[in-house]
């Protein structure tokens, strides 16, 4: 582990890091041409993207977790997911070594607070791209289906939310439901496929 990772991982896992320390246009490299074959239709006419709507870490989340993608540890009765998008700038350019951690519950619908069961984390690739393999959560009273995440550019600073799924009837009672905050579902009953861009300032 280089220390660019071991510093972001600390930072953000510890939730110490003091915001803004480079400052966005310190860090951002021009648009080259094969940066901007990778852009997105929505920032090909040059406007900025929303940013990626912010959540509660509600009281589960606990710091230093394993880095890995795959957070599936047989036995499991859960249906299996895999989440995969891109971290990309606000200007659609795509954020290597963007540190994503991801937390949620189990096909119980409870968080394991002794372990680490369904908790780790990631750094996306040069393309900003990310995947996990996991199950999907169950509900738990009060609230709706969901996965928790923080994320973090190096030097950025920290955005903490939660990702929704589409067609949850608890969707429309939950507080912290975001419609913008939804993935895109598809695959099999027996493996989900989902997709998820963020969009963070960086
Ligand atoms: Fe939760």
Same mark, same amino acid.
């Given at each position: 582990? @280089? ?11 510890? #939730? ?7 400052? *966005?246009? #310190?860090?951002? +490299? =021009? ?8 852009? &997105? *239709? ?5 406007? $900025? ?12 989340? =606990?710091?230093?977790? *394993?880095?890995? #993608?795959?957070?599936?540890?047989? +036995? ?5 997911? &895999? ?17 994503? @951690? ?15 069961? %369904? ?10 791209? %990310? ?8 509900? %738990? +009273? #009060? ?6 995440? =923080?994320? $973090?550019? !190096? ?6 939310? $939660?990702?929704?799924? !589409? ?11 975001? +419609? ?23």
């Amino acid at each position: 582990m @280089d220390n660019r990772r071991s510093w972001s991982r600390r930072a953000v896992l510890k #939730g110490t890091l003091a915001v803004g320390a480079l400052g *966005p246009a #310190g860090v951002r +490299p =021009k648009l080259s041409l094969a940066a901007d074959a990778a852009l &997105t *239709p929505a920032c090909r006419d040059g406007h $900025q993207e929303q940013a990626t709507l912010a959540s509660a870490a509600g009281p589960y989340f =606990k710091p230093d977790s *394993p880095e890995r #993608g795959d957070l599936v540890e047989a +036995p499991s009765d859960g249906r299996l997911i &895999t989440l995969r998008g891109r971290v990309l700038s606000r200007s659609c350019q795509p954020l290597a070594n963007v540190l994503l @951690d991801l937390w949620h519950a189990d096909q119980n619908g409870l968080y394991d607070d002794s372990g680490f069961r %369904y908790r780790g984390h990631i750094f996306s690739d040069a393309r900003g791209g %990310y995947q996990f393999r996991t199950i999907e959560p169950a509900l %738990y +009273p #009060g609230r709706t289906r969901h996965f928790h995440f =923080k994320i $973090q550019a !190096p030097g950025g600073q920290i955005l903490t939310t $939660q990702l929704f799924f !589409p067609g949850e009837p608890r969707n429309q009672i939950d507080r912290l439901f975001r +419609p913008q905050l939804l993935m895109t579902i598809g695959g099999t009953p027996e493996l989900l496929s989902a997709q998820f861009d963020f969009f963070i300032d960086a």
